[in-house]
């Protein structure tokens, strides 16, 4: 895979890949999204954040109580949710739906564009993991927070008006198409293939 850690000339052409998804598309592919497995997935992308704008993508990870997703700036990007601008807990690590991430973003290359950590074939609608459900990634544990994820101007950047209107709208929203919050519960590891599994 292209180098996307640090500005290289491929990771700047997928960022100004302009080519997106028609609302009429995205609705078309919903079918399949809403196809997920519902009790365990399997990871798809691991995507460290190292800086602002940056992708790493990796084979494996750490995932950890305090630091959230080892390599990623979570920690140190803190939140404009927290009074004091500290990293907001219920957001230590974020999981986008596969399927939603391949109708939205087409190929995998653009994925992580969607700028969340995990990507896993899974059912992450609010009926099927509402807040306070306990997954397993990997080794790590992880709790479903009542913390909204939602699209914002980057993402209709990358993906386009009506991908933005589409992860934000009602039944968008209700199927996370846009990606999950959630806060580390137990620390541990996760690798490309390694389930996510619903306790």
């Known amino acids: 895979m292209p180098d996307r850690s640090a500005g290289s000339a491929a990771w700047n052409a997928i960022l100004t890949d302009v080519d997106h998804m028609t609302l009429n598309s995205l609705e ?20 460290q954040r190292p800086a602002q704008g940056k992708r790493k993508i990796v084979d494996n990870a750490e995932i950890d109580e305090t630091q959230g997703l080892i390599g990623d700036n979570w920690r140190s990007r803190g939140s404009r949710r927290s009074p004091d601008g500290s990293a907001n807990p219920n957001a ?3 999981l986008m739906n596969s399927r939603a991430a391949a109708l939205v973003a087409g190929t995998r290359d653009r994925w992580a564009l969607a700028g969340d950590q995990i990507y896993t074939d899974l059912d992450l609608s609010e009926d099927n993991l509402p807040p306070g459900t306990q997954l397993k990634v990997g080794t790590a544990t992880i709790e479903v927070s009542d913390q909204p994820h939602t699209g914002c101007v980057k993402f209709k950047t990358h993906f386009g008006d009506d991908a933005l209107k589409f992860v934000n709208s009602e ?29």
Do not use: C, F, Y
Request: net charge positive.
């Open 92 to 94: 230590q690590i974020t």
């Open 28 to 47: 078309t592919g919903l079918a399949h999204v809403s196809e997920s497995p519902t009790h365990a997935g399997e990871v798809h992308l691991i995507v």
């Open 171 to 199: 039944t968008g929203r209700s199927l996370r198409l846009r990606g999950m919050n959630a806060r580390v519960i137990e620390s541990g590891k996760v690798s490309l293939g390694d389930k996510v599994e619903k306790l």
